[in-house]
């Protein structure tokens, strides 16, 4: 539940962890055989999945921001790195072999 504090820091604090798992896991099968990995075991696709839950744990503290009504300048800081990361993430699910993991919605 995102209406309370308590709600966005699990949130948070849930993506934080899911991201540093898959950054974990990527560590763990670089250097296997890329055929004997399924495409989401690939490092390129656990890079992705965990840039991902950063990104988003990043879009809930602009979503914190708004709802609390701190200054514009600081909201802006935040909605720009929020974008950087998203622009990242979107950068990954365009790489050759990650394209057709995606719905081509995802990736227009």
């Not at 950054?23 to 495409?39: D, F, H, R, Y």
């Not at 988003?56 to 503290?61: D, F, I, K, R, S």
């Not at 990242?88 to 790489?95: A, D, P, R």
């Amino acid at each position: 539940n995102l209406d309370s504090e308590e709600g966005f820091q699990i949130a948070k604090k849930t993506l934080l962890s899911a991201g540093g798992i898959f950054t974990a896991i990527k560590e763990m099968v670089v250097g296997l055989p890329e055929q004997e990995l399924s495409p989401d075991r690939k490092p390129v696709c656990l890079e992705l999945l965990s840039s991902l839950c950063m990104a988003q744990a990043q879009g809930l503290e602009v979503q914190k921001a708004l709802m609390t009504s701190m200054k514009d300048i600081i909201v802006a800081k935040l909605a720009r790195h929020a974008d950087d990361l998203f622009s990242e993430v979107m950068k990954l699910m365009q790489k050759g072999n990650m394209r057709n993991l995606w719905d081509e919605d995802w990736l227009s």
